[in-house]
């Protein structure tokens, strides 16, 4: 009988393997906030690299933009975009929370009486409801509940809460963020510089895919998102809503999360719009606004979906939709929204590796085919 596979030193090696990666693990975990911080400076660096390259191109006679003026030029029109973004919504977000703290839920529910009961009663003869719940109550419950989230004074006790971690965070996601975009072959060389030497080039050729891909995807993203706000805001002042930046922002930004984002999106630019109405007429009849939402939001998902989609993920992360909808799914059981945000990025990261070191098996030949 061979025991050779059951040496100790055959067995040690595994061991120590498998410590070393649960160490890795828990680091990543303990120093979580490091890392995200870190993610995020990298994202900018892959947003930013197109500009950096047309910048270090740039020449005039003898002059031409070294790499810390193109890396400081692409780092603060970077900045300038993100502070843009929160000029713009912030005050709409807290006149928007101005209004939900100006709804009367209860005059509503009066006004809306009638065919709250009629539900009730339905939901009462076929049991899908116990007979001891009163339908009003539990729905005004829900929505007061609900508007907790956006009360003025819990929203700015938050902020000043994490204004220290937000403070920090942003100075070390800015830093990392300069010296990644100023050289972009920082990154490989710390990977690499770990790399045994035997796998140098299965480690070079994933980084340069995965750079190609994910910055693809980044950028793709980026704008599918503008478009997406610009259509919709277009839409819903042409029906005639208010706050329509607002809106089409949050159900334009919630494209990120493919599939799910429409739904979550959706929802809230739908409830946004109609607590906006009924804050200053409490009974307005909401079946026309809710038709002309779902109008608007219809046909610019429609665009989304058949032009703007298949022109970012096919050419990005080359991935069927099918698999795309299971990943965000299981990251957004692990990580939440941020699960779902980063799912398709290490996801094509992740099949990258794969197709380098696992290409004999069929499982990984099969997601990585297209790559």
């Not at 100790?8 to 160490?23: E, Q």
Request: glycine share 4%; proline share 3%.
């Amino acid at each position: 009988m061979d025991n050779s596979k059951y040496q100790f030193p055959s067995i040690a090696k595994w061991i120590v393997s498998i410590i070393v990666v649960l160490l890795v693990i828990y680091a990543l975990w303990y120093f979580r906030f490091l890392v995200v911080c870190i993610s995020i400076a990298v994202v900018l660096s892959f947003m930013g690299r197109p500009l950096m390259k047309v910048l270090q191109r740039l020449s005039y006679k003898k002059f031409r933009i070294g790499n810390i003026l193109a890396s400081t030029i692409t780092l603060i029109t970077l900045i300038i975009i993100i502070a843009t973004a929160f000029y713009v919504l912030v005050p709409l977000i807290i006149s928007q929370a101005m209004s939900f703290a100006n709804l009367d839920i209860y005059q509503i529910a009066d006004y809306y009486q009638e065919p709250i009961l009629k539900i009730e009663a339905f939901l009462h003869e076929y049991q899908l409801m116990p007979n001891n719940t009163n339908l009003e109550t539990l729905i005004s419950n829900k929505i007061l509940d609900m508007f907790k989230l956006f009360q003025l004074t819990d929203i700015a006790d938050m902020v000043l809460s994490l204004s220290g971690s937000l403070v920090m965070g942003t100075f070390i996601t800015l830093f990392f963020a300069f010296f990644l975009i100023k050289d972009s072959h920082l990154l490989y060389n710390a990977i690499v510089g770990i790399t045994p030497d035997k796998y140098v080039d299965e480690v070079d050729r994933i980084i340069s895919n995965a750079r190609n891909l994910i910055s693809r995807y980044f950028i793709g993203i980026f704008f599918e998102i503008i478009i997406m706000i610009i259509l919709l805001s277009i839409g819903f002042y042409m029906v005639g809503f208010t706050n329509v930046i607002l809106i089409a922002s949050i159900c334009g930004v919630m494209v990120i999360l493919p599939y799910i984002g429409v739904i979550i999106g959706g929802a809230m630019g739908l409830i946004i719009t109609i607590t906006s109405y009924l804050s200053f007429n409490p009974s307005l009849s909401i079946a026309p606004i809710v038709l002309k939402f779902i109008i608007v939001f219809a046909i610019v998902k429609i665009i989304d979906d058949f032009i703007l989609q298949p022109l970012i993920y096919s050419k990005s992360v080359k991935a069927h939709p099918l698999e795309i909808f299971v990943v965000i799914l299981m990251a957004g059981e692990i990580g939440g929204v941020v699960g779902m945000i980063l799912a398709i990025p290490t996801y094509t990261f992740l099949r990258i590796i794969g197709k380098e070191f696992f290409s004999n098996w069929k499982f990984v030949q099969q997601i990585t085919k297209d790559i």
